[in-house]
């Protein structure tokens, strides 16, 4: 469920699809100057709210085959400590498909 989930976040992120080929330098130059530079820009609520739509399923899914049969807060926070990376990576690689 979680892979669908990805799958479907990526492309959700990716619509419309407008493609541009780029060259992998001038795609991770657009990446660092937009994305991983300091917000210069005010964030719009509706891009907050579609990302959090698209990847709070991803996150839930894979909390969920973690934890189903764990129980104990350590269990929650070894889950943690892995759900909260992937999510960010997936997350990444779906912006940085954008450029």
């Known amino acids: 469920m979680a892979l ?3 799958a479907f976040a990526i492309y ?7 493609w541009r080929p ?3 330098e001038s795609a991770w130059d657009q ?3 937009v994305v991983l530079a300091l917000p210069t820009r005010r964030i719009s609520r509706s891009d907050v709210l579609a990302n959090m739509l698209l990847f709070v399923p991803i996150g839930f899914s894979l909390a969920g085959a973690r934890l189903v049969d764990r129980r104990g807060a350590l269990a929650v926070l070894r889950s943690a400590l892995i759900i909260l990376p ?4 997936v997350s990444c690689a779906a912006e940085f498909l954008q450029m």
């Open 12 to 18: 959700g992120s990716l619509l419309p699809f407008e």
């Open 31 to 33: 990446f660092r100057s």
């Open 4 to 6: 669908a989930f990805v």
């Open 86 to 89: 992937v999510g960010l990576a």
């Open 22 to 24: 780029l060259a992998l």
